[in-house]
């Protein structure tokens, strides 16, 4: 995730902070500092710290259960709104997603036994003050509270995975999908009208909501689409490639009079040696040196798929190399195509145009 700075790595999974948090922490320090000086800062801001200490638990519990079925996380990204913990694919299974989906608010239930059991039941009912018993009790309830809202049956939220992973016993994975969104659209306006009346934070969350629904809906039918057609449906058949001994001047010059963002990068045999982003082209522009070639600054390590790839197995191959673009190869192991995310999309507008040959 861009504007996200690496903290530390457990366990292989990037831990990250986003700066948009850094700015909540700062802001609150101020107000805090303003109302009642540097204590009451201090003090707030050290339990705004453990409560997101709290959420990186909770998204630590969904990475480790995934690791149980064999999906990596590579990273946690820790946000104002909370934790995002990307998965490296979405699990096969409804079990698999519902175990993985409810492990992130059983940690919190731990978490709150043990805040429980440490004392904070003696001041649940009157955490007035953060000091001692009152800054535990606020602790054990804010994370009832999570529990309690996580289970919501509204995506991006997990209950909303839970409510996806019991429909898709029964339905298809995209039709289970679509009722689940349209379950946590209808909990977005819910959040929203309240919010109006009596807390306008409860907006900000109505569209993260809504907005994380309507993509989960997308997502689900792009999958169903690139499970039934093979990567030589919609690949991308006239593109641009270029030698790596190619010059940087001849990389702009192809980035400006096409419309591709990454080359597929040749060798002198003619086989693919790699792939040159437009990231990549700009960031070795930036460095001003006219030594430099195409084969110096492009990515060694991409891999490659062939025509008969399904697009879904393609896709979980452009995640885990996080690759914005796959060159695609024929049975001779020629470079025939280049496939990237517009692709699956397009061809996804393709078939909803077409509802005839849609299956849910």
Not at 13 to 30: E, Y
Not at 75 to 86: E, K, N, Q, S, Y
Not at 205 to 220: D, M, N, P, T
Request: charged content about 15%.
């Amino acid at each position: 995730m861009s504007w996200s700075l690496p903290i530390f790595r457990v366990a292989g999974i990037q831990l990250r902070i986003h700066i948009t948090f850094l700015l909540l922490i700062a802001w609150l320090a101020f107000g805090y500092y303003a109302q009642g000086g540097s204590a009451v800062a201090a003090s707030r801001v050290i339990f705004v710290l453990l409560l997101f200490l709290c959420v990186v638990l909770h998204e630590f519990g969904h990475a480790f259960a995934a690791k149980a079925f064999g999906i990596n996380t590579p990273d946690i990204t820790l946000l104002p709104i909370g934790g995002v913990a990307r998965l490296e694919r979405m699990p096969e299974e409804p079990v698999q997603e519902l175990i993985i989906a409810v492990a992130g608010p059983l940690v919190n239930v731990v978490i709150a036994a043990g805040l429980f059991v440490a004392g904070g039941s003696q001041a649940l009912l009157n955490p007035a003050t953060v000091e001692g018993g009152g800054l535990v009790a606020q602790l054990l309830t804010i994370n009832i509270l999570l529990v309690l809202f996580n289970l919501l049956p509204a995506f991006p939220m997990d209950g909303g995975r839970v409510l996806r992973a019991l429909l898709a016993t029964r339905m298809s994975y995209a039709r289970a999908t679509q009722v689940a969104a349209t379950v946590g659209q209808g909990f977005a306006f819910v959040f929203g009208f309240v919010g109006l009346l009596f807390n306008p934070f409860l907006i900000f969350i109505a569209l993260f909501v809504y907005i994380g629904a309507s993509q989960e809906a997308a997502l689900a039918q792009m999958k169903d689409v690139s499970r039934r057609f093979p990567v030589s449906s919609a690949m991308v058949r006239e593109f641009r490639t270029l030698s790596e001994n190619a010059s940087l001047q001849e990389a702009v010059d192809a980035l400006l009079a096409t419309s591709q963002h990454d080359f597929p990068v040749v060798d002198e045999t003619g086989n693919v040696a790699g792939l040159l982003t437009r990231h990549d082209l700009i960031a070795a522009l930036r460095k001003n040196d006219p030594g430099l070639r195409v084969g110096d600054v492009m990515r060694r390590d991409i891999p490659t798929v062939t025509t008969g790839t399904r697009f879904e197995d393609a896709f979980r191959i452009m995640q885990e190399c996080n690759c914005p673009a796959v060159p695609v190869l024929d049975r001779m192991k020629r470079l025939v195509g280049l496939l990237t995310p517009e692709n699956v999309t397009e061809l996804m507008m393709v078939q909803s145009a077409m509802p005839q040959r849609r299956v849910l």
